[in-house]
T-cell receptor, first 113, second 113 residues
Framework: KAGVTQTPRYLIKTRGQQVTLSCSPI?????VSWYQQTPGQGLQFLFEYFSETQRNKGNFPGRFSGRQFSNSRSEMNVSTLELGDSALYLC????????????FGPGTRLLVL | GDSVTQMEGPVTLSEEAFLTINCTYTATGYPSLFWYVQYPGEGLQLLLKATKADDKGSNKGFEATYRKETTSFHLEKGSVQVSDSAVYFCALSGRNNDYKLSFGAGTTVTVRA
């Protein structure tokens, strides 16, 4: 089976712009989660989707949003980018999400200038 | 809420040395526990997991035992190789319908030839 794929792998944006990141889960996985990884804060949970419904959201401002499509693919959007949004954004998928192994993609590295 | 406390690094070892990375957790109920590894420029890969007390997860010479009495899941490897140089993350999934992984801060391990 193909693993979790994320596009793009690298992105450079300027402050105030918005960005959309994409994630395709492992075939058959219906839960998709997003995490932000930074040197200062480590790995932080953004949100989780299952069957197009957001089931949980981390402690991030409303500028961070996401959605899931009927084929389980997911996107996350960050509006009005700030310098502090520079990070590695990781997507993970699992069958149903609770207590299961989450399989991670390679991440999208976002640099905000 | 759920949390993971992980031994701070960095850790530098010689090849064939013994590696231990301590991990303790706080969670209600019976979480699933994981060790993930991250190589430079990559996403997280599952190293091993355990889903109930006294379970031992093992993979590639690494082992960790789920100890409920001490709320610990320490990672060990008897003889490390240069290729084991990476960042190691301890994580838990609460299985309490919050659908997320809580991560430790990560431990950077460098193995010298």
């Amino acid at each position: 089976k193909a693993g979790v794929t994320q596009t793009p792998r690298y992105l450079i944006k300027t402050r105030g712009q918005q960005v959309t990141l994409s994630c395709s889960p492992i075939s058959g996985h219906r839960s998709v989660s997003w995490y932000q990884q930074t040197p200062g804060q480590g790995l932080q949970f953004l949100f989780e989707y299952f069957s197009e419904t957001q089931r949980n959201k981390g402690n991030f401002p409303g500028r961070f949003s996401g959605r899931q499509f009927s084929n389980s693919r997911s996107e996350m959007n960050v509006s009005t980018l700030e310098l502090g949004d520079s990070a590695l954004y990781l997507c993970a998928s699992s069958l149903t999400g609770d207590g299961e192994t989450q399989y991670f993609g390679p991440g999208t590295r976002l640099l905000v200038l | 809420g759920d949390s993971v406390t992980q031994m701070e690094g960095p850790v530098t070892l010689s090849e064939e040395a013994f590696l231990t990375i301590n991990c303790t957790y706080t969670a209600t109920g019976y979480p699933s526990l994981f060790w993930y590894v991250q190589y430079p420029g990559e996403g997280l890969q599952l190293l091993l997991k355990a889903t109930k007390a006294d379970d031992k997860g093992s993979n590639k010479g690494f082992e960790a035992t789920y100890r409920k009495e001490t709320t610990s899941f320490h990672l060990e490897k008897g003889s490390v190789q240069v290729s084991d140089s990476a960042v190691y993350f301890c994580a838990l999934s609460g299985r309490n319908n919050d659908y997320k992984l809580s991560f430790g801060a990560g431990t950077t391990v460098t193995v010298r030839a």
